[in-house]
């Protein structure tokens, strides 16, 4: 058993990206700029963007973070992406989600610039992704794909589940899956609430990700011996004993599931750092490689 070790990779992928922008810079050269919005005062949501914003830093990119007040109108909230949509410095925009329940998230998606649209969530980027054409992949999926591809695992002809149909990830993941590209070509199966008799599909999977935010939901017996297993799910559970007050817990039983699978993900350092260096290399190419393919 090998764990796919996500703190691991995302160093790699993140000092690959800290020489490219030096190299930019050396030449003159735009530096990458992300701009985040944030609206209201929800604890993960705070500590995500928290994240985003040092990772910009760590790598030399520019950012901005917007904090808009929960009760901010959606016609207000689409006028600050307009101002950033035409600001030529900033490169990519994020909202971070979910957003407060008066406000529709896609009138929001809808209103970034989809050349601009570094987590991919725009309907364009959507329909250019499931074309094959290049666009932004949302951070989760190519993050795990990057995973796939520096642990070079072999995919083609395997049987994935993807358990979860969330537009952030469970859907993109399935497509990106069964692709004709490397590290794609699986058989696809997606899994979700209603789906019969789970455990028998993903008792078959080659590629289990399990993306269904119930912790420790993927048991022992629901796996393939030599399975690669992909968690997903990041839910906090109070615990007096940590300092923060919460844990961190997997949609997989890691303990049991892990001796049974050849490459595993842990919770958390599998999948979280890949999602941010994911993010940092779509901000990266809305400033370089996508630039003149996205305009
Ligand atoms: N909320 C949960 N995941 C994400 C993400 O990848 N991007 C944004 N903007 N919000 C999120």
């Given at each position: 058993m090998q764990i796919l070790d996500g703190k691991l990779v995302s160093k790699s992928v993140k000092n690959y990206l800290a020489q490219s922008v030096t190299i930019q810079k050396e030449k003159g050269k735009k530096i990458p700029h992300l701009a985040a919005i944030l609206v209201g005062s929800n604890g993960a949501s705070e500590t995500y963007v928290a994240g985003k914003i040092k990772d910009c830093e760590e790598v030399g990119f520019n950012s901005t973070l917007l904090r808009l007040d929960e009760s901010v109108s959606e016609k207000s909230l689409i006028e600050h992406i307009g101002f950033l949509n035409d600001?030529?410095?900033?490169?990519g925009i994020l909202v971070q989600l979910p957003?407060?329940?008066?406000?529709?998230e896609e009138h929001i998606i809808s209103s970034i610039d989809p050349g601009k649209d570094?987590?991919?969530?725009h309907p364009v980027s959507m329909g250019k992704m499931v074309n094959g054409l290049p666009t932004f992949i949302p951070a989760t999926p190519y993050g795990i794909m990057l995973m796939l591809e520096h642990y070079k695992i072999e995919t083609s002809g395997k049987y994935a589940v993807v358990i979860g149909r969330s537009h952030i990830v469970g859907t993109p993941m399935s497509i990106l899956l069964s692709r004709n590209t490397p590290y794609g070509n699986c058989t696809v199966t997606q899994c979700h609430s209603?789906?019969?008799?789970?455990a028998s599909f993903c008792r078959q999977a080659d590629i289990l990700v399990a993306a269904l935010g119930k912790p420790e939901f993927i048991t022992a017996d629901m796996v393939k011996e030599g399975a690669v297993v992909i968690d997903v799910g990041i839910t906090r559970i109070p615990d007096n004993t940590k300092k923060s007050g919460y844990r961190l817990s997997g949609d997989v039983k890691y303990d049991e599931v892990a001796p049974k699978c050849s490459f595993i993900t842990p919770?958390?350092?599998?999948?979280g750092p890949m999602t941010r260096a994911a993010l940092l290399k779509n901000t990266f190419n809305a400033t370089v490689a996508l630039k003149a393919v996205m305009n």
């Open positions: 600001d030529p410095d900033v490169d957003l407060p329940v008066h406000i529709k570094v987590d991919g969530f209603k789906t019969h008799d789970l919770v958390p350092g599998g999948v």
